[in-house]
């Protein structure tokens, strides 16, 4: 089965470099979600998006934007960037969430390597 | 690939042991909570989930126990395997209309001795 796409698998930058992530999601999910995991951290939500729209708003930084496009792949751009960036960047998919479904699955991708020198 | 988890608690079980991993969660008012499992360089792969208003539920293998009242989530691993050596987290699950939004907790590290 087709899974998220994640590109690229491994990033290095500069400080105040600009990096810009990419993710594309299981054909038919509507919605994605951005997540960022430090070395021996949990993941921490970002942003997710819903068609194209802004469904919700974690811990990103104004430095960071993201969008969806209308083929529903996403990309996540951060600019100034510090060395606390340096991360693991996930996106996930998901399918539409009715009410009344028993829970809601979010499918992750294998993550985008970030490294800040 | 990406080692996750350099500092997180650790729990070793022998092959074929039952596991038991824990979980204390914050949002009492989460609609529901979610064990993903966590290789090394890989993304969270979901294993199991849990309505707020259920107590226990089982899958293949695993059951997800609730205690709503001390704010407790854990995850059972039966007849444990190598193959289950990875970093677990629990996650609060909260739907926002169109989509939902998960607050992962502390990942605890399996480790499956033979």
């Known amino acids: 089965a087709a899974g998220v796409i994640q590109s690229p698998r491994h990033l290095i930058k500069e400080k105040r470099e600009t990096a810009t992530l990419k993710c594309y999601p299981i054909?038919?999910?509507?919605?994605v979600y951005w997540y960022q995991q430090g070395p021996g951290q949990d993941p921490q939500f970002l942003i997710s998006?819903?068609?194209?729209?802004?469904?919700d708003k974690g811990s990103i930084p104004d430095r960071f934007s993201a969008q969806q496009f209308s083929d529903y792949h996403s990309e996540l751009n951060m600019s100034s960037l510090e060395l606390g960036d340096s991360a693991l960047y996930f996106c996930?998919?998901?399918?539409?969430?009715?009410?009344?479904?028993?829970?809601?699955?979010?499918?992750f991708g294998p993550g985008t390597r970030l490294t800040v020198t | 690939g990406e080692s996750v988890g350099l500092h997180l608690p650790t729990l070793s079980v022998q092959e074929g042991d039952n596991s038991i991993i824990n979980c204390a969660y914050s949002?009492?008012?989460?609609?529901?909570f979610i064990w993903y499992k966590q290789e090394s360089g890989k993304g969270p792969q979901f294993i199991i989930d849990?309505?707020?208003?259920?107590d226990k539920r089982q899958g293949q293998r695993v059951t997800v126990l609730l205690n709503k009242t001390v704010k407790h989530l854990s995850l059972q691993i039966a007849a444990t395997q190598p193959g289950d050596s990875a970093v677990y987290f629990c996650?609060?699950?909260?739907?926002?209309?169109?989509?939902?939004?998960?607050?992962f907790g502390t990942g605890t590290r399996l480790q499956v001795t033979l």
């Open positions: 996930a998919s998901s399918s539409y969430y009715h009410p009344g479904d028993w829970g809601h699955e979010q499918y």
């Open positions: 849990i309505r707020s208003n259920m």
């Open positions: 998006f819903y068609e194209k729209m802004q469904s």
């Open positions: 949002n009492s008012a989460s609609d529901y």
């Open positions: 054909p038919r999910h509507d919605t």
């Open positions: 996650a609060e699950g909260d739907f926002t209309g169109t989509a939902s939004k998960l607050t």
